[in-house]
């Protein structure tokens, strides 16, 4: 297995040119901040984004935990990549990752000054030290339980990654650790969002209550209604509660582990 380095300060742009340096040099797998990417799915470790604090981070990123040095390496040795790109901030600590993980020598070292202009990390910067935004080269789907509510945005690029035919996918994120705090959701936001998804359903008449439970992880909402006469009312809430759903999470980037409607009255 070849082993790759890319280096660079932190917020110059590493993980949002992960995906086009491998695309260009063929490499087919990424270690970056604690996670093995393998064919752009992450297949093993934990987001040092997930982190509370910076110094927990770091201590996430350059696999200090056993559990987590093993569950990565052992997926590595499973899956028996012919390359592999590892992601730090200086050599020491990409030397550092690949001892731990116990990959050998590393081929070849990719500094970010090399493949990217000044321009394009002071971009990077502003993005990461200004309004808190970090990149994890893979797609939202992937990481979108790990990082409910610290989920900004999915972006696309369509190119091929590794041996991969499909479309490679970067995400955007809002770290744990951000300075710019936590989110709050509150029942009226919800509300909102129910109220204009019921007014394209036909066969709703009115949202009686609705209610949120208290962890914002994962949302449990309840919303109780009123339907017409004459309608299916089992299969009107069937269509209102999917819609509801897939409007809450994709207008709030939370998962929503449950949605219940209960149909109070029929009018």
């Given at each position: 297995m070849k082993v790759y380095a890319l280096v660079g300060k932190s917020g110059t742009g590493k993980s949002f040119q992960a995906i086009n340096l491998c695309q260009k040099m063929g490499i087919e797998s990424i270690v970056d901040d604690g996670l093995f990417i393998y064919k752009s799915k992450a297949v093993a470790g934990k987001s040092a984004k997930r982190e509370a604090t910076k110094i927990g981070a770091v201590k996430r990123a350059i696999f200090t935990k056993e559990d987590h040095r093993i569950d990565v390496s052992k997926k590595i040795q499973e899956l028996r990549p012919e390359s592999i790109l590892l992601i730090g901030t200086s050599d020491a600590?990409?030397?550092?990752i690949a001892a731990k993980l116990e990959l050998g020598e590393i081929h070849q070292r990719?500094?970010?000054?090399d493949i990217t202009s000044e321009a394009d990390r002071k971009l990077a910067h502003k993005y990461r030290h200004q309004m808190g935004q970090h990149i994890i080269p893979v797609s939202a789907?992937?990481?979108?339980?790990?990082f409910s509510g610290y989920l900004l945005s999915p972006m696309r690029l369509f190119k091929s990654f590794g041996e991969s035919?499909?479309?490679g996918e970067k995400s955007l994120v809002r770290p744990t650790y951000s300075y710019m705090g936590n989110f709050i959701i509150s029942d009226r936001v919800i509300g909102d969002i129910v109220r204009c998804t019921a007014a394209d359903v036909d066969g709703v008449v009115e949202i009686i209550k609705i209610s949120t439970?208290?962890?914002i992880e994962e949302l449990e909402v309840t919303v109780s209604l009123s339907m017409k006469k004459g309608y299916n009312v089992i299969e009107i809430g069937r269509v209102f509660q999917d819609k509801s759903l897939k409007m809450i999470e994709e207008m709030t980037a939370f998962n929503v582990k449950s949605l219940d409607v209960e149909i109070r009255k029929v009018v």
């Amino acid at each position: 297995m070849k082993v790759y380095a890319l280096v660079g300060k932190s917020g110059t742009g590493k993980s949002f040119q992960a995906i086009n340096l491998c695309q260009k040099m063929g490499i087919e797998s990424i270690v970056d901040d604690g996670l093995f990417i393998y064919k752009s799915k992450a297949v093993a470790g934990k987001s040092a984004k997930r982190e509370a604090t910076k110094i927990g981070a770091v201590k996430r990123a350059i696999f200090t935990k056993e559990d987590h040095r093993i569950d990565v390496s052992k997926k590595i040795q499973e899956l028996r990549p012919e390359s592999i790109l590892l992601i730090g901030t200086s050599d020491a600590m990409v030397d550092k990752i690949a001892a731990k993980l116990e990959l050998g020598e590393i081929h070849q070292r990719v500094y970010i000054e090399d493949i990217t202009s000044e321009a394009d990390r002071k971009l990077a910067h502003k993005y990461r030290h200004q309004m808190g935004q970090h990149i994890i080269p893979v797609s939202a789907m992937q990481i979108k339980r790990d990082f409910s509510g610290y989920l900004l945005s999915p972006m696309r690029l369509f190119k091929s990654f590794g041996e991969s035919k499909g479309i490679g996918e970067k995400s955007l994120v809002r770290p744990t650790y951000s300075y710019m705090g936590n989110f709050i959701i509150s029942d009226r936001v919800i509300g909102d969002i129910v109220r204009c998804t019921a007014a394209d359903v036909d066969g709703v008449v009115e949202i009686i209550k609705i209610s949120t439970g208290d962890n914002i992880e994962e949302l449990e909402v309840t919303v109780s209604l009123s339907m017409k006469k004459g309608y299916n009312v089992i299969e009107i809430g069937r269509v209102f509660q999917d819609k509801s759903l897939k409007m809450i999470e994709e207008m709030t980037a939370f998962n929503v582990k449950s949605l219940d409607v209960e149909i109070r009255k029929v009018v």
